[in-house]
Each structure stands twice: as C-alpha cells, then as structure tokens.
C-alpha cells in the first residue's frame, strides 16, 4: 500500500478545510509509508477523529495534522490553536453516558 495513508490523511484534511471554520493544514515527514492495511485505516479513523473533535470542542482557528515516520515507528499528532482542555479528565470523560467518548474509543482502538 505505498503511500496511501499520507494520500488518504491529505484528502480527510482537505474535506475538513474545505467544510469547517478553522484552517486544517497537514504536514509529513519521513519517507516509505508502505503500512499494513489495517495499520492505515486506524491511522485515518484515529485522525479523523481527532479533526472532528477539534472542530466540535476546540474554537480552533487553525489546527495541524502531522504525520511522521522514523525507524519503523508512526506518530500521528494534532494540534490546534484552540482553548484546550484538562487531560486529567479523559478517564472520566470515557466513563460518562452521555457523550465524551471519541478520546476514549482512540485509546480502546491503539
């Protein structure tokens, strides 16, 4: 699967600026992305859903998907320019019943 997680990352990046408020830029580093199937579709659903949580909580004006591979080892990151949160509370927030789990589901998934 050469290089379809970096393509398939700077569509769902580009859907998100071409449909949301914020700036959504992307950024890679590193070179061979051949990954596992299974490796690139986690990879997108993971990103795709941080983006929507940026879009639904943050007040972003800007946010940044990076992708970079070194050594065999992916990072994933997303960051944005918005109000933040407390980090303290994911494990709450994965607990309650009414909302709050896209971080929850990223952590069930890796």
Known sequence: MPAEPVISARGLVKRFDDQEEPRF?????GDDWKLENSVGILLY???RELLSNVVKHAE??????RLE???GEVTLSVTDDGKGFDPGTLETIGRQ????FGLFSIKQRL
């Open 25 to 29: 830029v992307m950024s890679v580093d």
């Open 45 to 47: 659903r993971i990103a």
């Open 60 to 65: 972003a004006n800007l946010v940044e998907l």
């Open 69 to 71: 591979k070194k050594e």
């Open 97 to 100: 019943t009414r909302g709050g």
